[in-house]
């Protein structure tokens, strides 16, 4: 099963607004990271938050995380039309120090965002 | 220089042949990760390599599958008897490993897009 949980599986925004998405997932992790896709193609990276952290910023994004309630979100401010895309979020569980840290992915969220 | 590429872009094969797919990592990074995405089933690890440790195998879903990274570089990830089943979006990653951190980011190639038909 899927660690990441995500919510909404879709969303439609009018361009300039907000986009809010969450991730949930159950085990402890080390880090959380969120991707872009479009259309079914190649991941873009587009924000990694370490378990010891609780907000990271870049450009138009911004992510939290609250490891107590095990989960995550990642805001779009002023969305633009380019914004329209699938975000997934994904967990790295490997235990600390090991060599490996395959990541599991949520389903994903699909925004639209209208011109 | 440039991120990770993946051929081919497309592929569509009839049930029962062999397909092999491959990775180009980015240069000097160390581990390389075999993802799948397909309707229904979402993105799931397949298979990861790290220097010259063993391959993490445990997201390969039968013995069909294999996959082998030659030199520490570029790898390629085979199918054998293809059923339709395995239809699906075929992701590369890679990510470099420094001594001493975990977590790394993983950059993804476009992907390579099966048809079994």
């Known amino acids: 099963s899927q660690q990441g949980e995500e919510d909404p599986q879709a969303l439609s925004i009018q361009e300039g607004e907000n986009a809010t998405m969450n991730c949930s997932y159950k085990t402890s992790i080390n880090n959380l990271q969120w991707y872009r896709q479009n259309s079914g193609r190649g991941l873009v990276h587009l924000i990694l938050i370490r378990s010891n952290e609780r907000e990271k910023h870049s450009g138009r994004l911004r992510v939290t995380l609250d490891t107590s309630k095990k989960s995550s979100s990642l805001l779009i401010t002023a969305s633009r039309a380019a914004d329209t895309a699938s975000y997934f979020c994904?967990?790295?569980?490997?235990?600390?120090?090991?060599?490996?840290?395959?990541?599991?992915f949520g389903g994903g969220t699909r925004v639209l965002v209208k011109p | 220089g440039a991120g990770v590429s993946q051929s081919p872009s497309n592929k569509v094969t009839e049930k029962g042949k062999d397909v092999e797919l491959r990775c180009d990592p980015i240069s000097g990074h160390t581990a390389l990760y075999w993802y799948r995405q397909s309707l229904g089933q979402g993105l799931e690890f397949l298979i990861y390599f790290q220097g010259n440790s063993a391959p993490d195998k445990s997201g390969l879903p039968s013995d069909r599958f294999s996959a082998e990274r030659t030199g520490g570089s570029v790898s390629t990830l085979t199918i054998q008897r293809t059923q339709q089943e395995d239809s699906a979006v075929y992701l590369c990653?890679?990510?470099?490993?420094?001594?001493?951190?975990?977590?790394?980011?993983?950059?993804f190639g476009p992907g390579t897009r099966l048809l079994v038909l």
């Open positions: 994904a967990t790295d569980r490997a235990p600390i120090r090991a060599a490996g840290n395959k990541l599991t």
């Open positions: 990653a890679s990510s470099s490993f420094p001594r001493g951190r975990v977590g790394e980011t993983q950059y």
